[in-house]
């Protein structure tokens, strides 16, 4: 049993990164092409159906793919934009819960209020992974990202939680809003609690306990898993410590990780994250037939389709609305917002509500919906809301998805002018950290500099290096450095660095060099063409 499970996984993994190399070539994002493929392959027959356990997609997916995503999140943006981000996060949530919960009752027949919160509670939060994923690539201001970043870290606690009520108001038949209002701020606060804590602990370890960065990288992957079980060991918000703990954490990386240990673990958790995201995704895909199959004949596919459509423009529509409205609402009556929505444009709020495509939290918590009650009575309408929890995900992974690209495109962004651009935002970062190694050794290390040749060397290089940092400065400012001058230089360099790696390679066959130091030049040559092409 084992074994064949193992096969199927390792099938499963491998098939994923044949169809992201599909994907790329044909040029489609890989969290649509992923959903397609296993909506294709589900209905294949003789294919074996594999079932998804929503606590394996809560425990075993959902921590560590948040705890990357509050890693790499800018706390600066965060909190320059918590406002509007609290706006998205949780009272988005809500009132799209509310319009679900009360348009369920009017419009699909057997539908509680009840019923309708646990629907808006499953497909109110969108999935920051599949917005980034389709927009890599395309240009948007800077704010979007943020706005979007950080609505994720928040938006799948706050729905988690009013799923969490409203599945226990249909189970037990008893609503307090009081006491909901109550149990909701307990179980967030208590989140981020326990996510500091935890935070605090591994700090501990990573800072003063002799680490390598082989253990630096290892504690990093255990982290979440201990902040979320811990959090809902003590019934709070998993969702909640794993972000707050993750923020910390981050915010000190500096601090507690070396250069080698923080490389490390990028270059580790950039895979695991793609391989977790390539396989939650196309499960999504996969889970459709069995949604089908149980779908009976009480309600014909026809009208459940109709009802998905239905809940998804609501959803859609109430999106457009909210922020529209709290951003001029907001900026109108207090000045300090403004600061908050600061360049937004319509043409930016279009792609922020545009972007709001839903993903794998929302097809774990429809499928962690109990088939049965007290194990007597079967869930009323179960199907029907997986069903229609599909229908949502994939109009908006999919048909938004393929369309956000042109959508972008043609409501043209204006640039923000009182930004700085990348490169010149770079040459002032790196005029500041010369001028500071230029002082350091003027002051600390005014004798190695006069007798010490490689001092002496290094201190030239510096001055050489300032004066030409300089020189590049004044030439932005002045304008004489135009789009296309900036793209032949990065193309040259790129060139330049393919010709120095070229030459590391030919290298490896010399005895003369260390194949160790080899590696470590062909590293500082990525980072250097990474440097290049994401500024582009």
């Not at 609290?86 to 009132?95: D, H, K, R, S, T």
């Not at 609505?151 to 609503?175: P, Q």
């Not at 938004?400 to 043609?410: R, W």
Request: hydrophobic share 50%; proline share 4%; charged share 15%.
């Amino acid at each position: 049993m084992l074994h064949d499970n193992l096969i199927l996984i390792l099938i499963l993994l491998l098939g994923v990164t044949l169809l992201v190399m599909v994907g790329q070539k044909l040029r489609i994002s890989y969290p649509i092409f992923l959903v397609i493929s296993g909506l294709i392959i589900g209905f294949i027959p003789g294919i074996p159906h594999i079932t998804i356990d929503p606590e394996i997609v809560f425990l075993l997916f959902l921590p560590p793919l948040l705890y990357e995503s509050a890693w790499f999140t800018s706390w600066k943006n965060f909190w320059e934009y918590k406002g509007a981000i609290f706006l998205m996060a949780v009272g988005l949530v809500f009132i799209t819960s509310v319009a679900v919960a009360y348009a369920s009752v009017a419009f699909i027949p057997g539908f509680t209020l009840a019923l309708g919160f646990l629907l808006g509670g499953i497909i109110s939060p969108p999935d920051a992974v599949a917005a980034a994923a389709v927009l890599k690539g395309v240009k948007i201001p800077k704010m979007v990202t943020a706005l979007l970043e950080g609505e994720s870290l928040v938006n799948d606690a706050s729905s988690l939680i009013v799923f969490k009520f409203a599945l226990a108001t249909v189970v037990t038949g008893t609503f307090v809003m009081q006491i909901a209002m109550v149990d909701f701020l307990t179980v967030a606060i208590g989140g981020i609690v326990v996510g500091l804590a935890i935070g605090g602990i591994f700090y501990v370890i990573h800072r003063w306990l002799p680490t390598t960065e082989n253990i630096d990288t290892v504690l990093t992957l255990l982290t979440p898993y201990f902040m979320y079980i811990v959090a809902e060991h003590f019934k709070t918000s998993g969702v909640m410590a794993v972000v707050s703990g993750g923020l910390l954490l981050s915010s000190q990386s500096h601090i507690i990780l070396t250069s080698n240990s923080r490389v490390k673990a990028v270059s580790v958790w950039s895979a695991i994250t793609f391989m977790l995201n390539g396989v939650v995704f196309i499960l999504i895909g996969l889970a459709l037939p069995d949604i089908v199959n149980g779908l009976g004949a009480e309600y014909p596919i026809s009208k459940a389709i109709g009802y998905g459509i239905g809940i998804t423009f609501l959803a859609l529509l109430v999106r457009f609305l909210w922020l529209f409205s709290t951003a001029r609402i907001t900026s109108f009556f207090n000045k300090k917002t403004r600061v908050r929505y600061q360049g937004m444009t319509w043409h930016s709020s279009m792609v922020i509500v545009y972007a709001g495509m839903r993903g794998v939290v929302s097809l774990a918590a429809a499928l962690s919906i109990p088939v049965m009650i007290s194990g007597q009575i079967p869930f009323p309408l179960r199907n029907l809301i997986l069903f229609i929890t599909f229908v949502v995900i994939f109009i908006t992974l999919v048909l938004q998805g393929l369309t956000l690209p042109l959508v972008v495109k043609l409501l043209k962004i204006p640039e923000m002018k009182h930004k700085l651009s990348e490169q010149e935002q770079t040459n002032q970062i790196k005029l500041k950290l010369i001028d500071l190694s230029l002082d350091k050794l003027k002051a600390d290390y005014q004798y190695q500099c006069t007798h010490n040749e490689l001092m002496v060397n290094l201190k030239s290089e510096l001055q050489h290096s300032l004066a030409e940092k300089k020189d590049t400065i004044q030439a932005f400012k002045k304008g004489d450095i135009d789009k296309q001058d900036l793209k032949a230089y990065h193309e040259i360099m790129v060139d330049l660095i393919k010709v120095q790696r070229d030459e590391l390679h030919h290298l490896k066959s010399n005895k003369d060099f260390d194949d160790d130091i080899i590696r470590k030049e062909e590293w500082r040559l990525d980072l250097e063409e990474l440097s290049i092409t994401s500024s582009d």
